[in-house]
């Protein structure tokens, strides 16, 4: 199933997790079936993209009685690797940092938080929910050394550029970027880069509120 | 403008927020002025993209002559509303909540929080950053006594329904939701609601890492 979900083209990636979303409303309601049709009323997408989308993984649906769906969404937690745990570190113990730290959700979804990074001497030192803040100078040390796979970097705008430099020189696999820049992977390098584009969203958000404004004015 | 800027779709939108980050890149190393090629190179889209999103604004390039840096980001800044100010609560104190009212670039951005709200009775009365904690009873009347047009949601998903459901009740312009659910607004509502996807974008992080993972296996 690895080699064909590799295949599989990044706008169904895009839609998984809202699949997996949906799902655990679902059993959280504790519906046992859910049909193509009624996941297309929920998601918006349409039955047979749906169906289609599923199949891509082996589809585990059947004609007339729909999928299960705890079965769907444990293919699903495969499929998105969740049954994997990935070491990972946070880059900034600021305000965010601290956020990316407490938030059980990525806990849960097998990225385990091992330490947080800072060059702020009155961090270095202290502890968030028990996951030490260490020096920034001896980062690329411990990524070797407890073999770390992801990078979560929440660094302001100015130190990112570097942080994330350094950290595609290690051997980290993955990075998740809260800051508002661009990186450039070298052509060599297959770290993954993962961006989170606050700024971007509130920007989006702003434009729609001054135009329904303006459009309240007329 | 207004009209005109109204009428352009979502998916140039999207890309204005890409241009106006670029933009700051190049003004921040003090280049004057930028051609819609150079722009192609920085951003990834064509050169004929470019020049016709921004047609969608008025146009402000010259042939031969490229873009001003700085006069171009202001029509976006313009465009984006960014010259608007938003009055702004953050729902939720918790470590969330706190890194959106401590980040900078959202006040940068006009959006001006008043308040921060919660119904932990350890945080009500105390502050962030000067921004006030208030109890969540108090929510409702605070937002038509000061005039809110924003509300940004970092409650838990337990909790974010029923956050989200009564700000939809109240004056209420936009909703900046952090919560991994989906909000189905009432058709007689016009509140904006913009989703981050902290999950959603995790667990396509953590797909990609597990393919790597397998091929690296083979």
Do not use: C
């Not at 990525?106 to 702020?120: E, H, P, V, Y």
């Not at 020096?135 to 690329?140: I, R």
């Amino acid at each position: 199933m690895a080699n064909k979900a590799s295949k599989v083209s990044e706008t169904v990636i895009r839609r998984l997790p809202i699949y997996h979303r949906y799902l655990t409303e679902i059993i959280d309601k504790d519906i046992e079936r859910i049909s193509s049709s009624e996941l297309s009323k929920l998601t918006g997408f349409t039955a047979s993209q749906i169906r289609q989308d599923l199949n891509n993984f082996g589809g585990f649906g059947q004609q007339g009685y729909g999928y299960n769906a705890v079965d769907l969404r444990n293919q699903i937690d495969k499929i998105l690797g969740m049954d994997h745990t990935y070491n990972t570190i946070v880059i900034g113990a600021g305000s965010l940092g601290s956020a990316v730290a407490k938030y059980n959700d990525f806990r849960a979804s097998g990225f385990k938080i091992q330490a947080l990074f800072d060059t702020n001497t009155d961090l270095i030192g202290k502890s968030i929910d028990d996951i030490p803040i260490l020096s920034y100078d001896d980062m690329k040390e411990y990524i070797i050394e407890h073999k770390i796979d992801v990078g979560i970097v929440t660094v302001p705008k100015q130190s990112a550029i570097d942080v994330i430099n350094v950290l595609i020189e290690t051997s980290i696999k993955g990075i998740w970027n809260f800051a508002p820049i661009d990186i450039h992977v070298p052509e060599d390098s297959d770290v993954i880069i993962e961006n989170i584009r606050l700024n971007d969203s509130l920007l989006k958000l702003s434009y729609y509120l001054k135009e329904s404004h303006l459009k309240n004015e007329y």
